[in-house]
């Protein structure tokens, strides 16, 4: 059974750090990996999709990066704003099985002014 | 273009009763999933299909039922509901594996109180 583990659990930071939130996986024949924010009381909505055969995505401020042979994505948030406090979810497909995402309990992150 | 759609976004059961959170997607995609998220638990998988008529059991699938008669809609029943199912429910749809990298899309959730 895929575990997905998200480090660390919560986070606090200064406007215009740069972040590395991490995510580990425990099966490594993942067919892609998806990064996701989630707002308080809202829904989830999708950042970055890594397919298996790919090391990196960028979009804006955000990198993902994936290594399957360690088991491990990193996402790294450059010069971070307050409006970038929320949850960050990682979700891994697998090759086999159900087709559907397996999800890490998420990093909670705040960034103040 | 809606994306997924679900309904209600609200909803307060006693313990007992039953009812059938709704689920529908216009984007064509052949794999549907239902996640219940718990304070601490993250999203756990309720239910999924992989194409209509065709569904099978995730991590957490007591007290739940699910059909997918049409490729759209896939709605999940609560068939006695118990306190223990207080949640917020998400459902989750992406397309089969060589069209558009599998990307999973999500509705807005469905938050559930029963008391």
């Known amino acids: 059974k895929q575990e997905v583990t998200q480090i660390p659990a919560a986070l606090s930071v200064p406007e215009g750090e740069n972040l590395v939130l991490n995510c580990s996986f425990t099966?490594?024949?993942?067919?892609?990996l998806q990064w996701f924010r989630q707002d308080p009381g809202k829904g989830l909505t999708s950042l970055l999709l890594?397919?298996?055969?790919?090391r990196e995505q960028t979009s804006g401020r955000l990198n993902a990066s994936l290594d399957k042979s360690s088991g491990r994505s990193t996402l790294y948030i450059a010069a971070s704003q307050p409006g970038d406090s929320a949850t960050y979810l990682c979700a891994v497909t697998l090759t086999g099985g159900s087709y559907i995402p397996t999800f890490g309990r998420g990093t909670s992150l705040i960034v103040h002014p | 273009n809606a994306g997924v759609t679900q309904t209600p976004k609200f909803q307060v059961l006693k313990t007992g009763q039953s009812m059938t959170l709704q689920c529908a997607q216009d984007m064509n995609h052949e794999y549907m999933s239902w996640y219940r998220q718990d304070p601490g638990m993250g999203l756990r998988l309720i239910h999924y299909s992989v194409g209509a008529g065709i569904t099978d059991q995730g991590e957490v699938p007591n007290g739940y039922n699910v059909s997918r008669s049409t490729t759209e809609d896939f709605p999940l029943r609560l068939l006695s509901a118990a306190p223990s199912q207080t949640s917020v429910y998400f459902c989750?749809?992406?397309?089969?594996?060589?069209?558009?990298?599998?990307?999973?899309?999500f509705g807005q959730g469905t938050r559930l109180t029963v008391v």
């Open positions: 989750a749809s992406s397309p089969r594996r060589d069209r558009q990298g599998s990307e999973a899309f």
């Open positions: 099966d490594s024949a993942i067919y892609n």
């Open positions: 890594i397919q298996s055969s790919q």
